[in-house]
């Protein structure tokens, strides 16, 4: 999965979250202090690139113009559409679904693995980010909105500032179902959504988005890399061995597959490290970053946030 390393290269500024006060302890945000949906501004970012499997399918463009269609829909009503997936749709999701389910049970974290079951999300059928979102929101009071596309980085990481996921909901190719250059409903529901029932995960997400409000381009930029290597491509100790929590591994075999192989080094998590760590996001990353635990995660990305102040 390649689609979230896009949503981290560009840094222009264009969201209408950006620049309001805040409590770096505000963690539950009411509906009264949520930004109106409506205000996101986003440019091209339904477009499908040339390089895209389904670029020259018609059909799939045009059922990913009637998926884009419900997400710019919730951002008139606030209301969630279900899509009905069909068939040939379902068939993809299974058989990712299925082949991830066995991969994870291997390496995945064993809290991610819980959350999964938790949700409801399943190997038969694709998940309705309606009941997701519902979920999430009693659990740790995290939503997911609908978005149509890739969104640039600080509009994108600004919204977790409100415990805000921006979620896509079409799905990847039927001719390539293992790849998708961009986000899709199996990188959301299998590699990110699970995650956000974790209270420490889901404060540290909102610490990110804290961030990315106040951030100048540098502070961004390093923000942008310690998403990557804990929100994509985290690694966490668990019980004297180390297990995968970042949605880039638990959403694609190969990435799962190469993060436990003897071509990558897993080295301890180090913030100062991490922030400097210039990566190559079209390449297999060959070091990866283990946290000893998300309340530690949290804690050194609050001190980090806090930093940006002075
Ligand atoms: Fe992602």
């Not at 620049?19 to 930004?35: K, M, Q, T, Y």
Request: aromatic share 12%; with cysteine.
């Amino acid at each position: 999965m390649k689609g979230a390393a896009q949503q981290m290269l560009t840094d222009t500024v264009s969201s209408a979250v950006t620049g309001a006060e805040f409590e770096i302890e505000n963690f539950r945000v009411s509906d009264e202090d949520l930004p109106e949906f409506k205000d996101l501004k986003f440019e091209n970012i339904n477009e499908l690139h040339i390089d895209h499997p389904g670029a020259n399918d018609a059909g799939y463009r045009a059922r990913r113009d009637y998926i884009a269609s419900c997400a710019k829909s919730f951002r008139e009503t606030g209301v969630i559409t279900d899509v009905e997936y069909n068939a040939r749709e379902q068939r993809v999701w299974r058989y990712v679904a299925e082949e991830l389910e066995e991969l994870q049970q291997k390496y995945a974290s064993p809290f991610y693995l819980r959350a999964k079951k938790d949700l409801g999300i399943r190997t038969d059928q694709i998940p309705q980010l309606s009941e997701m979102n519902r979920r999430l929101k009693e659990l740790t009071g995290f939503r997911l909105a609908p978005i149509e596309g890739l969104v640039e980085t600080r509009g994108f990481l600004s919204w977790l500032s409100y415990r805000v996921m921006l979620c896509t909901q079409y799905i990847r190719h039927h001719s390539q179902p293992a790849y998708t250059p961009e986000p899709d409903i199996v990188h959301e529901a299998i590699g990110h959504i699970p995650m956000f029932t974790n209270p420490n995960f889901a404060d540290f997400s909102q610490f990110i988005g804290h961030g990315a409000r106040i951030a100048n381009d540098k502070q961004l930029e390093e923000l942008g890399r310690l998403y990557w290597f804990t929100v994509e491509f985290g690694l966490v100790e668990h019980e004297g061995s180390i297990k995968a929590y970042g949605a880039g591994l638990l959403s694609s075999f190969g990435e799962l597959e190469h993060a436990f192989s003897d071509k990558v080094e897993r080295r301890p998590f180090d913030l100062e490290t991490v922030i400097n760590h210039e990566y190559t996001y079209s390449d297999m990353q060959p070091i990866l970053y283990v946290i000893p635990s998300y309340a530690e995660l949290k804690e050194v990305t609050r001190r980090y946030i806090e930093s940006f102040n002075c």
